[in-house]
């Protein structure tokens, strides 16, 4: 594909030819600003975190804790938070599913029907941005609450009970998921359908492909890339999130997130350390398992 | 041959019956700029029809509108008898090879070959592809991507997405642009074998004079959105209409004249002084004062005061100077200035039958009255001059 040229093992192989010593310390040297950043800010986190996960949980942070490579904290993280676990990456799959069926439609429209409004668009995309997070979760404690227009609007439609509610259940919790992370899932998604060849769809409708055949034919696999980054982007930062639940939920909503601030706050740090290693290691596997299907490799 | 059009004539009055790519005023405007003028022509089924003109000149614009992805501002298309104007592409029997191939970047060779039968509803296109391929001579390429091929190749591939529909029409958009000379005549005679085979009707489109002449049974010579002349290929160089027609196929030498007597089945023509004539049935005008042509390849050069080759003799052109000579392979070719300043190209062939000449030396043109055709004075002379030499 075209973009192989773009991957740097590609350049560098070529380009080393001449004079390989040099460019090969060239390419070193540019990259150790950024090889440190991760030694920094990635491999020293990470490495102590794992490290953390395995102390005496009967220390604490006053006395200190003992290494004793007790790897018991990782049954017991298993055996407590399971439930908020599943539950974590069970919602940030439903967010993730609902900013597709809404940000798919978006991006597309963005791209192709957005003509001259189409930096406006994004722009109106991105604006939530400028507002912090917590403010925009907390307006929706007022969205969904008890005595505003939606609920009402709901109840008078009997799609809610007269007892009905929406803010703290997993749906607000959800819709507060989506919410946060649709610009994430629309950005990366608008970038690779605006490079999609326009000549390709008249190619695919002289060759009898109707619109729709078009579409699920050529846009929609020259859009993968894009459809893959957006959702990483999306699931992947929702497995981990614990202000929508925490601001929008109830006790029987919590998610992963939570517990790990709650056992940071308590000062249990081997525990949330080791929740912490295996919701890394479960969104990793599942990442790296959806990667592997949607056939990326081949895409990119 | 036996399909070729008749040359010229007004093709709104041809019945439309069979399958004949028929179209009817068509025009297409971007804004105040029109790109295509009240196209009327008729391609008969089953024939090689040729598209020739200068960039610019509309003519993938004209495709366009038959293949269905651009809406004509007004006017008909009629195929097969029925009017398809409004017909979505993927619904119209046409198929295109685009000038920039389009081809799918995320699929195989072999799959953007069978697309279209794919999308017909076909299941087992492996064998029909295989063939097309075989065709084309990318059989061993079936597997890689479109960014993995050269240009040629991709044109090829190009060529076979759309040829393996067989359908009622096929648009050629420069299909063998990119391809090298000897890939480029081995593609035109496979194109041209295949469409006397299976009896599609082609429009192909090209700058390549050569390439249209030799492959069409009709060629339409196009320029800034209209069709200058329509006809057979060797009618089209024997009887040109318009001095762009003229230059822009093969090389015109054309000399201000008039005409002086015009009774009878020859014309006479003053040229510069000199007593010329020509064919009264190559007169393309009426009007008294014309542009006198004759192409280089007709003219016979002696030294001054020499008499005339029997095959040459009838019109003469006395007092040339040759300017310049240059020898390229199987010709020669002369520059002659004139009297009255103007430079003659005279083409001699290296037979071994001429003498000799060099620059500085005084000739005359012969050529026979009956290579001899006359354009109306009012157009530019030099119309379509060098506008491409591929
Ligand atoms: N979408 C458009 N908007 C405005 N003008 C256009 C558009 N498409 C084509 N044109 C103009 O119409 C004219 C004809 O274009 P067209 O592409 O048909 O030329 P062509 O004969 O195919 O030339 P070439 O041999 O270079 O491919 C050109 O002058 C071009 O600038
Ligand atoms: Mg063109």
């Known amino acids: ?39 920094v800010f990635f491999v020293v986190p990470t490495v102590t975190l794992v490290a953390t996960s395995l102390y005496d949980p009967s220390g604490s942070l006053q006395l200190g804790y003992a290494m004793t490579w007790h790897w018991q904290n990782y049954t017991d993280a298993v055996v407590d938070y399971g439930p908020q676990l599943l539950r974590s990456l069970q919602y940030a799959v439903i967010a993730t599913i609902a900013c597709v069926l809404m940000g798919y439609p978006l991006a597309y429209a963005i791209a192709f029907k957005g003509g001259r409004f189409k930096n406006l ?103 993968m890339p894009g459809l893959v980054a957006g959702t990483l982007l999306t699931f992947i930062p929702a497995a981990g999130d614990y202000i929508n639940s925490e601001l929008l939920g109830n006790p029987t909503t919590r998610m992963v997130g939570n517990e790990i601030q709650d056992l940071f706050a308590a000062g249990d740090y081997p525990t949330a350390s080791s929740l912490s290693v295996i919701l890394m290691a479960a969104i990793v596997l599942l990442v790296a398992i959806y990667v592997r299907r949607a056939g990326t490799e081949e895409l990119v | 041959m036996s399909a070729a059009a008749p040359a010229g004539a007004a093709p709104t009055e041809g019945t439309s019956a069979g399958t004949d790519l028929v179209l009817r005023g068509l025009r297409k405007s971007y804004g105040s700029f029109t790109a295509v003028h009240d196209l009327d022509l008729v391609v008969p089924s089953g024939s090689f029809f040729a598209l020739l003109g200068p960039s610019g000149c509309g003519k993938t614009t ?64 492996d064998a029909e592809v295989a063939a097309m391929l075989e065709l084309v001579e990318l059989s061993d ?38 391809l090298d000379l000897k890939l480029r005549r081995q593609m035109q005679l496979e194109l041209k074998h295949i469409q006397t085979e299976v009896g599609l009707t082609f ?58 007597e015009g009774g009878g089945e020859t014309v006479a023509l003053d040229v510069q002084g000199t007593r010329l004539t020509a064919p009264r049935a190559r007169l393309a005008t009426d009007a008294p004062q014309v542009w006198v042509g004759v192409r280089p390849e007709k003219i016979t050069l002696t030294r001054a005061g020499s008499p005339a080759p029997s095959a040459a003799a009838g019109n003469l052109l006395a007092g040339g100077v040759v300017t310049d000579i240059s020898f390229v392979g199987v010709s020669t070719q002369y520059v002659v200035r004139m009297p009255w300043g103007q430079e003659l190209s005279v083409f001699l062939q290296n037979t071994g039958a001429h003498e000799r000449l060099v620059v500085g030396d005084a000739v005359d043109l012969h050529w026979s009255p009956d290579h001899t055709f006359c354009l109306d004075a009012s157009q530019d002379a030099r119309a379509g001059v060098e506008e491409d030499e591929s």
């Open chain 1, 121 to 223: 668009m994004l722009v109106a995309v991105i604006a939530p941005f400028f507002t912090s997070f917590l403010v925009r979760t907390l307006s929706w404690q007022y969205i969904l609450g008890d005595n505003e227009a939606v609920v009402s609007l709901l109840r008078w439609l009997h799609v809610l009970g007269p007892e009905g509610h929406l803010l703290a259940t997993p749906f607000a919790v959800i819709t507060g998921l989506t919410y946060n992370f649709l610009p994430f899932l629309v950005l990366p998604l608008y970038a690779s359908l605006e490079k999609v060849d326009r000549r390709l769809l008249e190619a695919a409708s002289d060759l009898y492909a109707s619109p729709f055949t078009a579409f699920r034919k050529v846009t929609l696999p020259l859009s």
């Open chain 2, 203 to 260: 429009v192909h489109v090209t700058h390549d004079q050569e390439e249209a002449m030799t492959m069409a049974d009709t060629v339409a010579v196009m320029n800034k959105g209209r069709i200058e002349q329509m006809g057979a290929p060797e009618d089209l160089y024997e009887n040109p209409a318009t001095t762009f027609v003229a230059n822009f196929l093969g090389q015109s030498n054309l000399v201000a004249g008039s005409v002086v």
């Open chain 1, 1 to 39: 594909m075209s973009a192989a040229s773009h991957l740097p093992g590609g350049g560098a192989s070529a380009a080393s030819d001449d004079a390989p010593r040099k460019r090969g310390l060239g390419g070193y040297l540019l990259l150790s600003p950024g090889g440190l950043w991760l030694v």
């Open chain 2, 62 to 125: 004209t495709l366009r509108m038959v293949a269905g992805l651009e809406e004509p501002t007004s006017g008909q298309i009629m195929l097969g008898g029925s009017d398809v104007s409004r017909l979505k592409p993927y619904k119209r029997p046409v198929n295109t090879v685009f000038q920039s191939y389009a081809l799918f970047p995320h699929l195989s060779i072999a799959e953007n070959v069978a697309f279209g039968l794919k999308r017909r509803g076909k299941k087992k296109v």
């Open chain 2, 141 to 178: 390429l079936a597997k890689r991507r479109p960014a993995q091929l050269s240009g040629g190749q991709q044109q090829r591939v190009a060529l076979a997405r759309a040829l393996i529909n067989r359908p009622q029409v096929l648009l050629l958009d420069e299909p063998l642009g990119a």
